[in-house]
């Protein structure tokens, strides 16, 4: 199947800090991206939806001024967790698919901690 | 909105039987179902979906059936084995609107 890539693997930021997580389709070109939470033994939680050139499309109660999402490139895909606090602290994991194409791939995940 | 209400939540199954996981789904416009495995702090991984157009599918010892009128579709494993033991989500999507996820079920294969 096609690969997804996440960087970094897991980040610990002090609290009021800015963090960057950067997820690339690494063989196909994602017209879609999608950033996912998920809290311990819990299921996945859609945070916001975009396609290459266009602004994002948040889920309900996610601040988009608080996790900002670039989708500048075919292949590349930014979430930026601005001002983090420790409730921000979870397992963030990107998604990719390409047009015309039902299958969706997962990034193996950012673990972030904010102390 | 889509809703899939996925069960059981925890399934544990002596090594060599077999386990199957259940979900509904809400919106009749879905078409497209797919199945993930996730293992503790990795990615999910996709191990077989099905479409609208299709009553079931099979890959090794992984199948799928999708019951169109009642709104439900099922994983079932065969002949399991350690390995099998992750968590698995089910998903439904309708056309190009967002991939909505069960709750998950914690399978765990007893050796």
């Known amino acids: 199947g096609a690969v997804v890539s996440q960087h970094p693997s897991w980040v610990i930021c002090k609290s009021g800090t800015s963090v960057k997580i950067e997820c690339r389709s690494l063989?196909?070109?994602?017209?879609?991206m999608f950033w996912y939470r998920q809290f311990p033994k819990q299921s996945l939680m859609l945070m916001a939806t975009s396609n290459e050139g266009s602004k994002a499309t948040y889920e309900q109660g996610v601040e988009k001024d608080k996790f900002l999402i670039n989708h500048a490139s075919l292949t590349l895909s930014t979430l930026t967790v601005t001002s983090a606090h420790p409730e921000d602290s979870s397992f963030y994991i990107c998604?990719?698919?390409?047009?015309?194409?039902?299958?969706?791939?997962f990034g193996p995940g950012t673990r972030l901690t904010v102390l | 909105g889509e809703n899939v209400e996925q069960h059981p939540s925890t399934l544990s199954v002596q090594e060599g039987d077999s386990a199957v996981i259940k979900c509904t789904y809400s919106?009749?416009?879905?078409?497209?179902f797919p199945w993930y495995k996730q293992e503790l702090g990795k990615r999910p991984q996709l191990i077989i979906d099905i479409r609208s157009n299709v009553g079931e599918k099979k890959d090794q010892r992984i199948a799928v059936t999708l019951n169109k009128t009642a709104k439900h579709f099922s994983l079932h494993i065969t002949e399991t084995q350690p390995e099998d033991s992750a968590v698995y989500f089910c998903?439904?999507?309708?056309?190009?609107?967002?991939?909505?996820f069960g709750q998950g079920t914690r399978l765990t294969i007893n050796p």
């Open positions: 998903a439904a999507r309708a056309g190009a609107q967002k991939l909505v």
């Open positions: 998604s990719a698919r390409a047009a015309n194409s039902d299958t969706q791939y």
């Open positions: 063989d196909f070109q994602a017209t879609t």
């Open positions: 919106d009749s416009a879905s078409n497209y």
